[in-house]
């Protein structure tokens, strides 16, 4: 057998090849989607198209045999993870590998010696490349395809990072529910009983204040999320570099923005599922995928809708009116895509598996797992 060579992407034409190699990998997954590749170039690419770069440092490897690739890796150490998590821990991410240990292996170890190098002293993945991107390694779903800014993997990857001496650390679950019908009875009650609150209003974002509105919502994101597992805050860069990138696919009534007593205090992202928009284009946008998109972009339909990111206030977490707030906004956005979307299906997620709230709440709806996506870890 042929020796197996890892060497970092340092050219454009190594970047290609580290962007094209799912598609050698995933031809026979029929749940694959193929990304689009300028979303994973400017993923990868420095500061110039990432913001994630202001604060973190990646490196890329390219694994060879026989003169073909067959696996890619990434290592990064975030200076806000090193903050907000802990002082001596870096990432590894973007894996992909043929079903071969001495290939999975090789990435791994290159990966760990850069990391070592930089004084980390545990290494955690897959983070493509942070928590905000694509975390987590697929261990259960794998019968249907991921919805929009979701992963999907191939089933023999868990072995090979296992094999590795890695333990899973934390499961991060998507839930699915049927949106078709209302929710069950006690939902109902329960924003019937959240509409006569004279002091509770959920309103959709005015996309005339985009900026305004996407910066109130990372901001209550910000304060949400703190204490979860893993959380690094969005820099004002990232606040408004994820707000450029989302706005095409934003639709109003899809967002909801809880206010108490005139105060913004939670929020609700929906989003029409953009992979059953983009599957067909096969990663390319040109010749025609660009007009093709836009054209579908206009009044998307779609089967399944995405809630990617929900949040109250840590001021009113615990308290009943954050309750109120959750059923009435998922409510609300059920009628909205359902009406006017064509969605039958509502994905959640992801949820940590310790999120005792929003679990309680995906219960109530009659919601079930339908993805797990785990993250490793293996000190160095």
């Given amino acids: 057998m042929s020796a197996i060579t890892i060497r970092p992407v340092l050219t454009g034409q190594d970047q290609a090849r580290f962007i094209d190699l799912p598609w050698t990998l995933y031809r026979d997954d029929p749940h694959w989607v193929p990304p689009l590749k300028s979303e994973v170039k400017g993923l990868i690419g420095g500061l110039k198209t990432n913001p994630w770069f202001e604060h973190a440092e990646a490196a890329f490897w390219l694994a060879e045999q026989g003169g073909r690739v067959v696996g890619r890796i990434s290592a990064q150490v975030d200076q806000l993870v090193l903050t907000h998590v802990a002082p001596d821990l870096g990432h590894w991410g973007m894996f992909e590998s043929i079903d071969d240990q001495a290939v999975a292996d090789a990435l791994l170890d290159t990966a760990e010696d850069w990391l070592r190098a930089k004084g980390m002293a545990r290494a955690q993945g897959p983070f493509s490349l942070s928590i905000w991107d694509e975390p987590g390694l697929l261990v259960q779903g794998f019968d249907g395809p991921p919805s929009v800014m979701m992963g999907h993997h191939l089933p023999y ?13 934390k499961d991060m679950h998507c839930w699915s529910v049927s949106i078709l019908k209302p929710f069950p009875e006690i939902v109902e009650r329960i924003v019937a009983f959240s509409e006569r609150n004279p002091r509770l209003v959920t309103r959709p974002v005015d996309k005339s204040r985009f900026d305004e509105e996407a910066a109130l919502i990372m901001d209550i994101l910000n304060d949400a999320w703190a204490d979860n597992w893993g959380f690094v805050p969005l820099t004002p860069l990232e606040i408004g570099f994820i707000g450029k990138k989302l706005k095409s696919i934003v639709f109003e009534k899809l967002i909801r923005v ?21 599957r067909d284009l096969n990663g390319s946008l040109f010749p025609f995928g660009w007009a ?26 615990g308290h009943r009116v954050a309750s109120l707030m959750a059923f009435q906004m998922i409510e609300y956005i059920r009628r909205e895509a359902v009406e006017n979307f064509g969605g039958e299906e509502g994905e959640i997620g992801w949820i940590l598996d310790d999120n005792g709230p929003m679990r309680s709440i995906a219960d109530v709806i009659e919601s079930r797992v339908t993805r797990t996506y785990r993250v490793f870890e293996r000190a160095l």
Avoid: C
Wanted: aromatic share 10%; charged share 25%.
């Fill in 258 to 278: 809880a206010e108490y007593d005139g105060v913004p205090v939670g929020f609700m992202i929906a989003l029409p599922d953009f992979n059953e928009l983009t």
């Fill in 292 to 317: 093709k998109l836009l054209w579908r972009l206009r009044k998307p339909q779609v089967r399944r809708i995405r809630v990617p990111l929900m949040g109250i206030r840590k001021s009113l977490q």
């Fill in 157 to 169: 990857y868990e072995r090979l990072v296992t094999a590795r001496g890695y333990a899973g650390v």
